[in-house]
């Protein structure tokens, strides 16, 4: 068992990882207090290890760890339905709250209360057979889950260097904003995610909202509907992790296949099917057409199109009974042959896949696609636009100054995010040259000249 621990930090990054536990429970025969059911089989249960620890009577508990600088956010979850699922020590809360402000979770109000919480990391991961790495669940616009969030993930990355270290980070959008300093979080906490992260699994609230109003039909999607959203893709992603199946995969491979350069690991990621429980009645379900979805930008959890960009590289996870593994290879190869232009030519094996042959609960087929693609430097774009037309007046830079920040902090946040941009693009324009290629496309690799136009070419429209 390669175990994961959890640290879910902030109000939004508690939020989502209940979400998660709510949707992963289930799908291991679980109960909503960490019991097995009596209908769960081994496949259900036979990985339980990689998130859950076992206490006694039975009982499993998530391997994680609940923190905000505020007590509300705990007392909220251990008054949910899923209250008595965890352990009381695993919950850790401050006072006062980080008002949205950055340098109190990472400078003052979160390093008073980052001793007892890594002692508490300590014991889980001394707890571990094999720790296959950690994993942080936390918003970017706010103040805890971005400042004490990023405080976390640089002490990890000093005391256990050599385990991996994944983020699922929450962007803020100016069509959804709740504050003002969002813009000056979100590139304050880009900066330590470039440096100390190996992998960040972005999700846009603009996109959420878009997938909820257009393929769910709500007028005014509510939060709850934008976490569970989030939830599907992370058990998408968690899926090779929990069950055995074809082709499993584990966060170092993961990493191993998406990363090509050690600062591009930012990944977009996509669901399918996502439609209304009204429509799945008409829907097909067919690998092709699931594949087909997960490379449509509207199926991503990114406001970024990806005809934009260029194809890094890509993993897809299918879950279902009976998948087969060359339809599956068949259909990656069809999308990608008719989508070359999109894909860049120098990563010639850029795509990985693995089955699970346990189905997601909201459908007897789904896949989920993690993709290292350069429109992702639209969101960094957006955020930069809206950072620097504050920071170039020096506007709310105060609440930042009072706890002890320096105005430099900002300046070198920014030229970090600026030429994280700039290496998406060099890598996006780069190309080969026709004499290093030759050779491959002589041996028949699938990239035969043929006509097509500069649109994406979905399986539906094709």
Request: aromatic share 10%; proline share 5%; net charge negative.
């Amino acid at each position: 068992m390669r175990e994961l621990i959890t640290i879910q930090a902030g109000q939004a990054g508690n939020q989502v990882a209940t979400a998660s536990w709510e949707t992963i429970l289930p799908e291991h025969g679980l109960t909503d207090q960490g019991q097995i059911k009596e209908e769960a089989t081994f496949e259900h249960t036979e990985r339980l290890n990689v998130f859950f620890s076992e206490a006694s009577a039975k009982k499993f508990v998530p391997r994680t760890l609940a923190v905000d600088l505020e007590p509300s956010t705990g007392d909220a979850i251990r008054s949910s339905k899923l209250g008595s699922l965890f352990r009381p020590s695993s919950f850790f809360a401050g006072q006062g709250g980080a008002a949205n402000n950055w340098a109190k979770g990472f400078y003052t109000d979160g390093a008073e209360i980052l001793e007892p919480i890594f002692d508490a990391l300590r014991r889980e991961a001394e707890n571990c057979d094999l720790l296959q790495g950690f994993q942080l669940v936390h918003s970017i616009g706010g103040g805890t889950g971005s400042g004490l969030g990023c405080l976390l993930l640089n002490k990890i990355r000093e005391e256990y260097p050599d385990r991996m270290l994944a983020t699922y980070s929450v962007l803020p959008s100016p069509k959804v904003s709740e504050t003002v300093v969002e813009p000056y979080n979100a590139v304050l906490s880009f900066n330590q995610l470039i440096d100390h992260a190996d992998m960040v699994f972005t999700a846009d609230n603009e996109q959420l909202y878009n997938i909820l109003h257009r393929n769910f039909k709500q007028e005014n999607p509510a939060y709850p509907a934008l976490n569970a959203l989030i939830a599907r893709v992370m058990s998408g992603i968690s899926t090779p992790f929990r069950f055995s199946g074809q082709l499993n995969s584990d966060l170092r491979k993961l990493g191993t296949n998406l990363v090509p350069f050690p600062r591009l690991h930012f990944f977009t990621t996509s669901y399918a099917p996502l439609v209304a429980p009204g429509a799945k009645a008409f829907e097909r379900s067919n690998v092709a057409d699931i594949i087909s979805e997960l490379m449509d930008s509207r199926n991503q959890l990114a406001a970024a199109d990806v005809r934009s960009g260029k194809f890094l590289t890509v993993a897809c996870y299918l879950r279902g009974r009976d998948l087969s593994s060359r339809e599956v290879d068949e259909a990656m190869s069809a999308i990608q042959q008719r989508n070359r232009d999109f894909l860049v030519e120098w990563i010639p094996h850029s795509s990985q896949t693995a089955l699970c042959s346990v189905p997601a609960l909201d459908a007897p087929v789904s896949g989920t696609m993690i993709s290292n693609n350069t429109c992702i430097q639209d969101l960094f774009r957006r955020t930069h636009d809206q950072f620097s037309r504050m920071f170039s007046r020096k506007a709310f830079l105060h609440p930042y100054q009072n706890e002890g920040m320096d105005e430099m902090e900002f300046t070198e946040a920014e030229y970090n995010l600026i030429d994280l941009v700039e290496e998406y693009q060099q890598y996006q324009d780069a190309g080969i040259d026709e004499d290093e290629c030759v050779g491959e496309i002589a041996e028949g690799d699938g990239f035969a000249p043929e006509e097509t136009d500069q649109s994406f070419v979905t399986n539906s429209e094709a």
